[in-house]
């Protein structure tokens, strides 16, 4: 039984036996030409689907449509997955290590495998291994940040193996993991690693005035560390990056015909000029990121609609800020049409509590906002590929600085004796567009031994080459017949309800073994 305000309850004979049940983990190519079905039937715990959709968006998958369905101790998810080129999953490597994936992170363990992403990223067991020291940083976003902080590891000889930098609403979370120069081998001296911290905090605190508020925490090799850009969300949420602006706009009336109709809106403004940095502008300004929550008081749920612009990792990002704030996904319906993306979850609290007062829902709200927008690409991309050598990282980011670039996003990574990684940059006097003989300046000053390559939008050319593959790309599904959808507690439970009831049994009886 079920009740509201209170925990599920289950007979413990019935749990033990659902616990020793292996999963079905069903890869179908036939049903969808343009994208591949990831189906899986399991017994049912916390932090499950996060896991899942966790290990799609690592192979650098796109999840275009989902339907989650975990009640009573059991899920029935489905998500149709290709590649950021478009493609269906036909690899037997990549299809083989999902499936095992998948059954092994059921049971606690981990694949011993690896495999290639489409983007040429290697991911397995090695890069799973939680061998590095970490250091974690939430600081205002100022000019020059990371340039200074990877100068002080250099002259620490400090190695870093991989970096990561988000800014939103005027904040900014690092991680970095570093290892020791010239050995590249772990840092362990616990000494050592309080003397890095106390110098890199000091770099970060001449970076703030007064009472600004600021963190840098460095650990040791730490096993089972939480996944990188999942501790990301986490830095900026206890950072309280949400709470800067106006509350989210709300997700009007009927959300899917609403999504179709401002689809088509942003596809007309999208490709009317794609090599225009103002129809970017225009399209963005179109299609708002919007969060909406209701309760649907007939079976004891949180309803949370959000409609934002589509991406890769959009559905990592909010199924992750959900779970890390204690929120059980019980049902689910994403879907994107071009451009937008739609996504509805019917959820409640661990302690079974749904969102009844304004002021949680409006927390809730502002969080899966500020999940959506901490990723979103501002600015002018570069792609930075050189041999790996000492201070790489502090040489690349200086000369970004002395050409008035600030950085809005960072990701890098060493993959085997080459560096590489992706920069999102603006004029650092928030004049508007990267002036493009800046651009040249930096090309010359890193030299011919360090290649820079530049995209005005990833997220446009993903979208371009979606639409290019799928036709149309409507990926939306109407709501039912028998007009439009308000925002009536009674249509709530009659449209999308109806339709993911009727569209998870459909698919219940879809389900088989495990197929190589």
Known sequence: MEGRGSQPYFDPDYDSLVERINPCVCIDNETCEDCTLVKVDSANRHGILLEMVQLLTDLDLVISKSYISSDGGWLMDVFHVADQLGNKLTDPTLLRYIQQSLVSGWKGTRSTGEVRTCLGKLLGAEQLASEYPAIEITATDRPGLLSEIAAVLAELHCHVACAHAW?????????????????????????????????????????????????????????????????????MYEDGDYEAGPPPPPVNGDHFANANLEARRGNILFLSSPSSSSSSSASSAVIKTRASIDSWKKRGYSVVNIQSRDRPKLLFDTVCTLTDMQYVVFHAAVGSHGPLAVQEYYIRHMD????????????????????????????????????????????????????????????????????????????ASGGGDVDPTRVNAVRQEMGESVTVEVSNDATREWISAKCSNNGSSSR?????????????????????????????????SNFGSIRS
């Open 167 to 235: 800014t939103h609403n005027s904040r900014a979370a690092v991680i970095l993991y570093v290892t020791d120069e010239p050995s590249r081998t772990p840092i362990a001296d616990a000494d050592r690693l309080a003397h890095i911290e106390q110098q890199v905090d000091s770099v970060v605190e001449a970076h703030h005035g007064p009472g600004e508020r600021r963190r840098v925490k460095v650990s040791g090799p730490t096993p089972g560390r939480v996944h990188t850009e999942r501790r990301l969300h986490q830095l």
């Open 352 to 427: 079974g509590c749904t969102l009844d007062s304004e002021r949680d829902r409006q927390k809730v709200s502002r969080c899966l906002v500020a999940a959506v927008e901490r990723r979103v690409s501002h600015g002018l991309r570069l792609d930075v590929s050189a041999r790996d050598r000492r201070g790489l990282l502090s040489d690349v980011t200086r000369v970004l600085r002395e050409n008035s670039l600030s950085l809005t996003r960072a990701e890098c990574a060493t993959r085997g004796e080459r560096a590489v990684g992706t920069f999102y940059v603006t004029d």
């Open 476 to 508: 939306l599904t109407s709501s039912p017949p028998g007009g439009s959808r308000s925002r009536s507690m009674t249509s709530l439970g009659s449209s999308i309800g109806s339709l993911l009831w009727s569209h998870i049994e459909r698919l219940s």
